[in-house]
C-alpha cells in the first residue's frame, strides 16, 4: 500500500454517522441500508430512536453489530442528535435524517474535498429533491450556496442536515443543537457556524432528499417564531460582528411583523402582541 492509500484508509475511519429517528421504522432501514452501502465505510453508525412505539427498536437490534443503537425517551430531534453526537469517535460527523437517503458516493465525495481543503471546518453536497415520490426542482431561494453564507440564511436555511460532514471539534467550538428548540434547531446551529466559518458547498448531489410526509417538522406552521429566537440568541451571545449584527436585525423585525399578522389573522392577539413589543425592543437596537 503506497503513501496516499495508507493517508485515504486513516481519514476512511474518521467518519461517524449520526441517524436520529422516531416512528419512521418503514423508513429507517433505507436510510440505514444507504450508509452501509456507501464506498468509504464510516468508522460508525449510531442510530438514536427517540422513544419510537412502531417496532424501530427490534429494526436496529437487528443489524447486529454494524450500528450502534441507542434508546431514550421520547426527548425531540435536537436531543436525540445531540446523544449520538455525545457517542461519536470519529472527528468528522456526518447527519442522516432517517427519511432521507445517501447515493453511494456521498461520504467519498466530501472526504475527498477535505483532503483538499484541510482549512474546511464544514461542507455540504447537494440535493436530489423528492416530494411524494416525484423528484422535483427546488426553487431559485432554495439554491446551496458555497463559503461565507452567513447573511443569505438569516432569511431561510441553506443548510441540510442530511448533506452536511463537519469536524467534530468545531461543535466543541460552536455548541450543539439546542434541545429548547421543537423546530429549526438546525438553522439555529448554522448560524452560529456560518457568522464564524465558511460553509461549502460540492459540486456533486448525493442526497435524495424526501418530503411531503404529515411528520416532516420543516412542514409544520409558525416556523418564523423559532427562527426570531434564534436570532435573538445570536445578537445577546456577543459572537456577531457590527455588519451581521445589523443584518440579524433587519431580519428579525421583518420576521416579527409578518408573524405577528399572522397570528393577528388567527385570532392570536396576545401572541401577536409580543412579538409586536419584540419588534419595538429591537428596533431600538439598530439596525
Same mark, same amino acid.
Given at each position: 500500500?503506497?503513501?496516499?492509500?495508507?493517508?485515504?484508509?486513516?481519514?476512511?475511519?474518521?467518519?461517524?454517522?449520526?441517524?436520529?429517528?422516531?416512528?419512521?421504522?418503514?423508513?429507517?432501514?433505507?436510510?440505514?441500508?444507504?450508509?452501509?452501502?456507501?464506498?468509504?465505510?464510516?468508522?460508525?453508525?449510531?442510530?438514536?430512536?427517540?422513544?419510537?412505539?412502531?417496532?424501530?427498536?427490534?429494526?436496529?437490534?437487528?443489524?447486529?453489530?454494524?450500528?450502534?443503537?441507542?434508546?431514550?425517551?421520547?426527548?425531540?430531534?435536537?436531543? !436525540?442528535?445531540?446523544?449520538?453526537?455525545?457517542?461519536?469517535?470519529? $472527528?468528522?460527523?456526518?447527519? &442522516?435524517? *432517517?427519511?432521507? %437517503?445517501? /447515493?453511494?458516493?456521498?461520504?467519498?465525495?466530501?472526504?475527498?474535498?477535505?483532503?483538499?481543503?484541510?482549512?474546511?471546518?464544514?461542507?455540504?453536497?447537494?440535493?436530489?429533491?423528492?416530494?411524494?415520490?416525484?423528484?422535483?426542482?427546488?426553487?431559485?431561494?432554495?439554491?446551496?450556496?458555497?463559503?461565507?453564507?452567513?447573511?443569505?440564511?438569516?432569511?431561510?436555511?441553506?443548510?441540510?442536515?442530511?448533506?452536511?460532514?463537519?469536524?467534530?471539534?468545531?461543535?466543541?467550538?460552536?455548541?450543539?443543537?439546542?434541545?429548547?428548540?421543537?423546530?429549526?434547531?438546525?438553522?439555529?446551529?448554522?448560524?452560529?457556524?456560518?457568522?464564524?466559518?465558511?460553509?461549502?458547498?460540492?459540486?456533486?448531489?448525493?442526497?435524495?432528499?424526501?418530503?411531503?410526509?404529515?411528520?416532516?417538522?420543516? !412542514?409544520?406552521?409558525?416556523?418564523?417564531?423559532?427562527?426570531?429566537? $434564534?436570532?435573538?440568541?445570536? &445578537?445577546? *451571545?456577543?459572537? %456577531?460582528? /457590527?455588519?451581521?449584527?445589523?443584518?440579524?436585525?433587519?431580519?428579525?423585525?421583518?420576521?416579527?411583523?409578518?408573524?405577528?399578522?399572522?397570528?393577528?389573522?388567527?385570532?392570536?392577539?396576545?401572541?401577536?402582541?409580543?412579538?409586536?413589543?419584540?419588534?419595538?425592543?429591537?428596533?431600538?437596537?439598530?439596525?
Amino acid at each position: 500500500m503506497d503513501t496516499i492509500e495508507k493517508a485515504d484508509e486513516k481519514i476512511n475511519e474518521t467518519v461517524s454517522v449520526v441517524i436520529p429517528t422516531y416512528n419512521r421504522s418503514l423508513w429507517v432501514r433505507e436510510a440505514i441500508d444507504s450508509v452501509l452501502a456507501q464506498t468509504v465505510p464510516p468508522l460508525e453508525i449510531i442510530v438514536v430512536d427517540d422513544g419510537s412505539t412502531d417496532g424501530t427498536r427490534e429494526l436496529l437490534l437487528s443489524y447486529g453489530n454494524r450500528i450502534v443503537p441507542l434508546f431514550q425517551e421520547n426527548r425531540g430531534v435536537s436531543a !436525540a442528535r445531540n446523544r449520538g453526537i455525545g457517542q461519536t469517535r470519529g $472527528s468528522f460527523i456526518a447527519f &442522516l435524517d *432517517s427519511d432521507d %437517503l445517501w /447515493e453511494k458516493g456521498k461520504l467519498a465525495c466530501q472526504l475527498d474535498f477535505f483532503r483538499k481543503n484541510p482549512e474546511a471546518m464544514i461542507c455540504q453536497t447537494g440535493e436530489i429533491w423528492i416530494r411524494r415520490g416525484k423528484r422535483v426542482n427546488p426553487m431559485k431561494k432554495h439554491a446551496k450556496l458555497s463559503g461565507m453564507i452567513f447573511e443569505p440564511s438569516l432569511r431561510l436555511c441553506l443548510v441540510s442536515p442530511s448533506a452536511v460532514m463537519i469536524r467534530r471539534d468545531l461543535l466543541d467550538e460552536v455548541g450543539l443543537f439546542d434541545e429548547t428548540l421543537p423546530a429549526c434547531e438546525d438553522y439555529d446551529l448554522w448560524l452560529r457556524i456560518a457568522c464564524r466559518y465558511p460553509i461549502y458547498t460540492t459540486d456533486e448531489s448525493h442526497v435524495i432528499k424526501r418530503g411531503g410526509h404529515d411528520d416532516q417538522l420543516s !412542514a409544520a406552521p409558525g416556523l418564523d417564531r423559532f427562527r426570531i429566537k $434564534s436570532m435573538e440568541k445570536l &445578537l445577546k *451571545s456577543g459572537r %456577531l460582528s /457590527e455588519e451581521q449584527a445589523r443584518e440579524t436585525i433587519g431580519v428579525l423585525l421583518e420576521k416579527c411583523v409578518i408573524y405577528a399578522e399572522g397570528c393577528r389573522k388567527r385570532g392570536r392577539d396576545g401572541e401577536a402582541e409580543y412579538f409586536d413589543r419584540l419588534k419595538c425592543f429591537w428596533e431600538k437596537q439598530g439596525p
